[in-house]
Structure formats: structure tokens, C-alpha cells
DNA sequence: CTGTTAGCGCATTCAA
DNA sequence: TTGAATGCGCTAACAG
């Protein structure tokens, strides 16, 4: 049968099923009372015609939506990708539905994506924001809030963290349980590094090594910047004897860099990332770094903020963390005696 | 200013700039006259208030909506993940919003997110179907739609494609062109499989090779699927010179039995693949492949969208083909004479 | 248990 | 050029 022209309204719905259109409303919700019987005609008819209810309609009216909106920086970067797919496949099974928006880092995005959230009045959203701006703008809205994985420091709401530090901790002691003590940090200049290298230091700190500054170095988080960062590195400071790449594409930057030297890994110097994503276990040697559960930390970001719309009012923001989990390959062994020094 | 309990409305924002609400309709919409003077009061009302328009109650009314349904097939496979992430770009850029939808290649959610597709009234939906459910109550539900690198068998409608067999083609081509005639080709099951293996065949043609079929494997398209079937392919065919494995997870897959085999790569046997991914550019040698430029499938599928809703009515359906490109990396060369084949 | 009534916030007639 | 009136499709009160 081809379609009507006019999609079907809850009225055609009603006489369809020969009764009128709040009760075939209350059949459908299933709120309020409603006799089994009359109810599965409804049903049938609504299947029959092929009723889809006007959502739109249906927010105006309730003033509720369920709808909730995700904003991530970069949906290319794995790290991102798997964060909105956990966070979409658990609102969607509990039958909420999602605003994507990626912001590609730019502020402009960001606040562009707030305000469609506050538009098409979205029950609540997930965000990773640069700024904070875009997240007054939300809490202004007074739009029940999550942030994933980040900091922004600014005003307080429900986060969800993967613990950078104990995450940094474990796998620069892993290092330094190796032997390694002139150990360089390659961070991002990001919300997370402040947790990242405070890990690090405390790594350090339990063998009783300071950490020394000019072996950390803040770039900006990509493969480019850690390339040239990583050489620049190695030519001030030839005697470290491991690199711990705090982020995905860092890694991808100082492995490359690494090669390029022609440094073997991890004869020549050791390796570790923090974030691990599919190539890590695909190089020779496989790449020692820490999985932040992106895909578990989108969905607890989920089900927090799920908790939040159906559950009782306010109370104080929450702050849940993922423990990272360290991943033992093969790119850090035991530092090599690589050059003359006297000692 | 803590804002007010309710949010204020266009009744507010009229009361603000001293007119009536449908003044400020149409000094904010730009429909209609409306005197410099009083549009430009309604604008500084508006920000003043932080009046923000009711997207639910303007679809409701205007019977159109600035949301677009992206349903993709696996937002943690980075094909999918570029091409929602081109999509969602191009359609910011135009003024709309993605209703992100992640099936994980089941029916079911599918069929259930083109219903929620339905329920919000989008006016368009970009989708990359596993089966053809969706697209019919899509279809049936007279919402302009485009299927995004995958061929359902099923209605007819607008399509932007990778040309498969012309890339297939051409690495193919670039391994007959190294002096390779026997060459397997592992592909998924999927809609695109075919089109993959006709470029296969017409490169070996080209050379005057006739395919062997005993040489061509279809699995599902996964890493695990992969490494199986390349350990048997080559127990059982050990005169093979040259893999072509049709799809990233694929090529993940078979680059790990290779290399659990010991075999070296250009050197013991080459591999090439379908689909660029960052691992391939990273391990050594680096994987010859086809980039199929998904980011710009991406942004193609969203202005092809576009032009439906906002251009005449309907015409036919379009096909667009994006062309991809052979990558040369370091993983194909001139076959070796592994065995004692007495030629 | 069911039907009637009354808007949700907005864009669009139509008169003025 | 502006304002008053109307209803988009639905659900929440209320009365039966």
C-alpha cells in the first residue's frame, strides 16, 4: 500500500481503533489506565497503519526529550571514536538517542554544538570540552551534564576520569622495575597532563629519583610535534634510556622518530604509551602501554547521566574513575649500556 | 543573573523588545518584513535574555526539521568513524545536526534506529545498511536518503560509492606489475565483495592469469576470521607469492599470521590491502594499499543530502563515486623463488 | 476505565 | 510593516 500522503496522526490512529486520541495515547505510553483489550487494538492498528509517534509533538507537550547530546573533540582519534560508541550503545538501549557533535577541537564548534543541545532541548549531554565555555552554556541551560575524561576547570558537575595518575604511576614504574632512571616525558598540553606527569613523578619519586625537568616536554598532542619533539630530545639528552609517549599519537610521533634514528626498541631505548590503540599490538616489539577503557568509560558516562534525568534532583557533582589497565608488550626492557660514560 | 526557573519563549522575548512574538518570529527567522530598527532590538533582546528558539516546537509548526540521521555500521572501525566524522563536519557547516546511530551490524538496531530516525522527523538520514529493513521504512517513511559505500541489493536510491573494483584494480594491477600471477584474495562477506573481486579478476586478466578460485576466500570481515583463514590458505597453497587482503581488519589479520609464521614481508611473500588505517604506515616495511578516502565519502554523502532536501523535489535516484588511491608503501615486491618448484 | 478540554512554543495565515 | 488569531501533534488534567 503506498503511504498516505500526510504521515498519520494519533487522531487516524484513535479512529482507526475506534477510540479517542488519549486513549490511544495513554495505550501507547503506557501510563494511565487502559483496558488490555482496547490497548492491543491499539497496538495492532498503530502497526497496521504504520503510526510513528511525532516526537517533536511529544517534547513540546512533555517537556522531556530523549534525546542526549554527545560532544567529542575529534571523532577520527580512536580514543574518541570508542568513548562515543560506548556512550550511544548504552543510551540505546535505554532508549535514549544521540546528538553527535564533534568539535575538532575548535571552541567555535564547541559552543555552535552547545547551543544546538540547548535548541533541540536535550535531556541531558556528554562532553569532553577544550574550553569552558561551552559548558556554561550548558549549565546555564540548566542541562544535566557529564564530563568524559577531562578536567575542564571551571564549573563543577559530574565527571567521569580515567585516572591519569595511577594509570602514569604504573607504567613508569614499570619502568623504573626495570632499571630505567633517566626516564623522558612526552605529554600533551592538555587538562590530563598535570595528573599524567604527577604519576610519572611519583613513579619516580618511590626510587628515590627527582624528576628532572628537562626531560619533560609539553607539546601539542600530535604525531608531528612528538616526531620533532622526540629528536630534539635525544640530541639534548643522549643518555635516556626510555620514553614514556603519554597519548595515543604521541607514541605514533616518538616511534617514528625512534626508527627514523635508527633506534632499535627496546634494544636501544624503551617504549611506553598511555592509550593503547590497534597498532600498538601489531609493531615488533608490541607497544608496553596502559588501555584507558574507552568504550567502559563511555558507558558509565551513560548510565551516570541516565541516573541523573530519572533520578531524584540535585545533590553534589559526582566524580567516578575508570582504573586504567597497564599492558605489558614488549617495547620496554632492561635499559642497555648504550654509551661510553664513565661510571 | 541566575536564570529563571523557565526558560524564557518567544512571548518573553517579545515582551523584551516591546513588539508582538510574531514580529520576533520573523526578525529572528528573516522571513517576512521586518523594520532594521526593530530586528535589531529583537537581536540584542534575544542575547540579553539568552532566549534560545525551541527546535522541538519549530519542527512541530514548520514541519521541517535541521536534523539528520547518520546510521553507520561500527563507529569503532576508523572507515566508519571518518566518514560520520566527514558527515557531521559538512552538516554543521550547513546549519544541521547528526542523530549518530552505531548498529553494530545488528538488524535489529538498525531497524530501530531508522524508526527513531522517523520518530524525530528528520529530514534526511545518510546510512551504510547491513541489511535492507532500514532503508525500507526509511523509504516507506518518504525520508530522503542516501547510502553511504554499500550497495543494498534492495530500493533504489541515492548512493555515493568507493569504486572498489577500480581501486582493487589498481593495487592488484601494481602486484601483476611486480611480476605476481598467483595471488590470493581474501575478502569479506559483505556487499562490497564483489565489486572488490571483479577488480581482482580484471587485473589478472589483464596479464592473461585466470583467477583460481582456490585462491579466493571470503570471510568475515574480521582480524580474528583473517588470520585463520590465511594460516590455512597457505598450508594449503604454498605457491603463493602475494596477498591481497581486501579491507583493513582483514589485512590486521593476515599481517599477524605472517608474521607468526615467520614469513618476511616483501621478502618470503608481499601484502597488500584495502583501506588505510595509521598502523599500516607504521610498521616496517609500511602496507602498500588503497586509501579510500573516507573523511570526503564523508562530506560528499552530507552535500548529496543536502541538495535532496533543499533542491526540487525528486529525479531520479544519483550514484557519485569517490575515486580512491593506490598508496605505495614498502609490502609488495618482486616475488622470491621461495620454493623448489622445478619451475 | 474513557473521552473532553486545554495548551506546550512556535510560524504562519490574514487584517489592519 | 505589524499584530491577532490559528493550529502543528501530542499528553496532562479533569470530569464522566
Known amino acids: 500500500v503506498p503511504s498516505p500522503r500526510r504521515r498519520p496522526t494519533i487522531q487516524d490512529l484513535a479512529r482507526a481503533a475506534g477510540t479517542s486520541s488519549s486513549t490511544a495515547s495513554r495505550a501507547l505510553s503506557g501510563r494511565g489506565y487502559v483496558a488490555a483489550e482496547v490497548r492491543a487494538r491499539v497496538l495492532a492498528a498503530a502497526e497496521r497503519i504504520g503510526y510513528v509517534p511525532d516526537g517533536n509533538a511529544r517534547s513540546l507537550r512533555s517537556r522531556t526529550s530523549r534525546a542526549v547530546g554527545v560532544l567529542v573533540s575529534d571523532l577520527r582519534d580512536p580514543f574518541y571514536a570508542d568513548l562515543a ?4 550503545g548504552q543510551l540505546r538501549s535505554a532508549g535514549y ?6 568539535s575538532d577541537g575548535e571552541e567555535r564548534a564547541e559552543a555552535e554544538g552547545a547551543r544546538t543541545f ?13 574550553s569552558d565555555h561551552a559548558v556554561r552554556l550548558l549549565i546555564d541551560g540548566r542541562v544535566p551534564l557529564v564530563q568524559a575524561a577531562r578536567t575542564a576547570d571551571a564549573p563543577a558537575c559530574d565527571r567521569v576520569l580515567v585516572d591519569d595518575a595511577q594509570g602514569a604511576l604504573e607504567v613508569t614504574s614499570h619502568l623504573t622495575g626495570l632499571g630505567h632512571t633517566v626516564i623522558a616525558l612526552l605529554a600533551g598540553d592538555t587538562a590530563r597532563a598535570s595528573d599524567l606527569s604527577a604519576g610519572y613523578r611519583a613513579a619516580l619519586g618511590a626510587v628515590g629519583v627527582r624528576a628532572d625537568p628537562e626531560l619533560v616536554v609539553s607539546i601539542r598532542p600530535q604525531a608531528g610535534a612528538a616526531r620533532e619533539a ?10 635516556v634510556t626510555a620514553l614514556f609517549a603519554a597519548g595515543a599519537a604521541l607514541a605514533e610521533g616518538a616511534f617514528q622518530a625512534l626508527s627514523h634514528r635508527g633506534l632499535r626498541v627496546p634494544d636501544d631505548i624503551s617504549l611506553v604509551a598511555f592509550g593503547d590503540v590497534p597498532w600498538m599490538s601489531l609493531v615488533t616489539p608490541g607497544i608496553t602501554t596502559v588501555d584507558q577503557h574507552a568504550v567502559a568509560l563511555g558507558r558509565m558516562c551513560a548510565r551516570l547521566v541516565i541516573e541523573r534525568v530519572t533520578g531524584p534532583p540535585a545533590g553534589d557533582p559526582t566524580v567516578r574513575y575508570i582504573e586504567p589497565t597497564l599492558v605489558v608488550r614488549g617495547s620496554a626492557a632492561e635499559p642497555a649500556r648504550r654509551s661510553v660514560t664513565p661510571s
Open 230 to 239: 622526540t629528536d630534539a630530545l635525544l640530541d639534548r639528552r643522549p643518555d
Open 85 to 88: 560508541a560506548g556512550i550511544e
Open 118 to 130: 540547548l535548541a533541540v532541548r536535550v535531556s541531558a549531554a556528554i562532553i569532553t570540552p577544550v
Open 97 to 102: 538517542h544521540v546528538i553527535l557533535v564533534s
